[in-house]
């Protein structure tokens, strides 16, 4: 059959006019093999593209679900840290309150969780899903514990003002606010004097200020001393109750007088560098029971 040969009549016209051509057996079987062949390979590469068509809107999917789960680890990420902050400043305030009203600190208390369940950078490279899952669940629970930490301390926050309402006067006596405006150039510690150069302990907070800026009372008290006070310069004592005690040094101006009453906020002189100094400053100290302790211990604002 291959090597037959088959001859194939084309007619032209209704006149008769026709052409032969002649072909092989084994060409029309080659053609014919090769129609097959390209029908099937067609076919193939259908379904190949059906296939990978599927694959790709399968991965497009998947790569949009990971980037949304990253999106929302990285904002959950964020509302836990803001949420974190924002409770030990809740805690440091809490601790200052409890020092200003004689209010023991709460033995339950703990330290509001810290660091966070992980340290992963979620807008940089590939987090793999199961990763993203485990950080997730992770992330949830350690909300709960912050929730837990929140609800006790809204319990402690009751407790101090059930304290306070029954105890305004010794809010009202408790220096709890900046005395003056401006920066702290020396803090309650150890320190090189600037005079002898030898080491010493600063008793107080120096504010640097320009001379001249307002100094304020920081809480409601008696004028016990106004005037020069040695190495002190210029300088205002006020007592506040039978424990507390504040001292303002190196006033360039005085405003109040021996025994005078004074509230929270009332201007009491003017910054200066009067004494031993080195500058226009506020030297603020308090003291309890006659012993210095750090002001920033009382200081609220």
Same mark, same amino acid.
């Given at each position: 059959?291959l090597?037959?040969k088959?001859?194939?009549?084309?007619?032209?016209?209704?006149?008769g006019?026709?052409?032969?051509?002649?072909?092989h057996?084994?060409?029309i079987?080659?053609l014919?093999?090769?129609?097959?062949?390209?029908?099937?390979?067609?076919?193939?590469?259908?379904?190949?593209?059906?296939?990978?068509?599927?694959?790709?809107q399968?991965?497009?999917?998947a790569?949009?679900?990971?980037?949304?789960?990253?999106?929302?680890?990285?904002?959950?990420?964020?509302?836990?840290s803001s949420?974190?902050?924002?409770?030990?400043?809740i805690?440091d305030?809490?601790?200052?309150?409890?020092v200003?009203?004689?209010?023991?600190?709460?033995?339950?208390?703990?330290?509001?969780p810290?660091?966070?369940p992980?340290?992963?950078n979620f807008?940089?490279?590939?987090?793999p899903?199961y990763?993203?899952?485990?950080?997730?669940?992770k992330?949830h629970e350690?909300?709960?514990?912050?929730?837990?930490?929140?609800?006790?301390?809204e319990?402690?926050q009751?407790?101090?003002?059930?304290?306070?309402r029954?105890?305004?006067?010794?809010?009202?006596a408790?220096p709890?606010?900046?005395?003056?405006?401006?920066?702290?150039?020396?803090?309650?510690?150890?320190?090189?004097?600037?005079?002898?150069g030898?080491?010493e302990?600063?008793?107080?907070?120096?504010?640097?200020?320009?001379?001249?800026?307002?100094?304020?009372?920081p809480a409601?008290?008696?004028?016990? #001393?106004?005037?020069?006070d040695?190495?002190y310069?210029?300088?205002?004592?006020?007592?506040?109750n039978?424990?507390l005690?504040?001292?303002?040094?190196?006033?360039?101006?005085?405003?109040v007088?021996?025994?005078?009453?004074v509230?929270?906020?009332?201007?009491?002189?003017?910054?200066?560098?009067?004494?031993?100094?080195?500058?226009p400053?506020?030297? #603020?100290?308090?003291?309890?029971?006659?012993?210095?302790?750090?002001?920033?211990?009382?200081?609220?604002?």
């Open positions: 059959m090597f037959r088959y001859h194939i009549v084309v007619f032209k016209d209704k006149q006019s026709c052409k032969k051509f002649q072909l057996g084994w060409v079987a080659t014919f093999l090769l129609t097959i062949s390209m029908a099937a390979g067609n076919v193939i590469l259908w379904k190949k593209y059906a296939q990978h068509s599927r694959v790709e399968g991965l497009n999917i790569e949009k679900t990971v980037q949304e789960q990253k999106t929302q680890l990285l904002s959950l990420s964020q509302k836990i949420l974190q902050k924002n409770l030990s400043r805690r305030f809490d601790s200052k309150l409890r200003m009203i004689n209010l023991d600190q709460d033995g339950s208390q703990t330290a509001a810290k660091g966070g992980a340290n992963e807008s940089k490279g590939y987090l899903l990763r993203q899952e485990l950080l997730a669940r992330m350690f909300l709960r514990q912050l929730n837990v930490e929140a609800r006790l301390e319990v402690r009751q407790e101090i003002m059930h304290t306070l029954n105890n305004q006067s010794i809010l009202e408790t709890s606010i900046w005395p003056t405006s401006g920066w702290v150039t020396s803090g309650f510690a150890w320190r090189t004097s600037p005079f002898t030898k080491r302990f600063h008793k107080g907070i120096d504010i640097s200020a320009p001379r001249g800026t307002p100094i304020y009372a409601r008290g008696t004028v016990t #001393y106004s005037g020069r040695g190495s310069g210029l300088s205002i004592r006020l007592k506040h039978t424990s005690a504040t001292r303002f040094a190196h006033l360039h101006r005085i405003a007088k021996s025994g005078q009453v509230t929270r906020g009332e201007l009491i002189g003017y910054v200066g560098s009067t004494g031993r100094s080195t500058g400053h506020l030297h #603020y100290e308090v003291r309890l029971n006659g012993v210095p302790v750090n002001p920033k211990r009382y200081i609220l604002n």
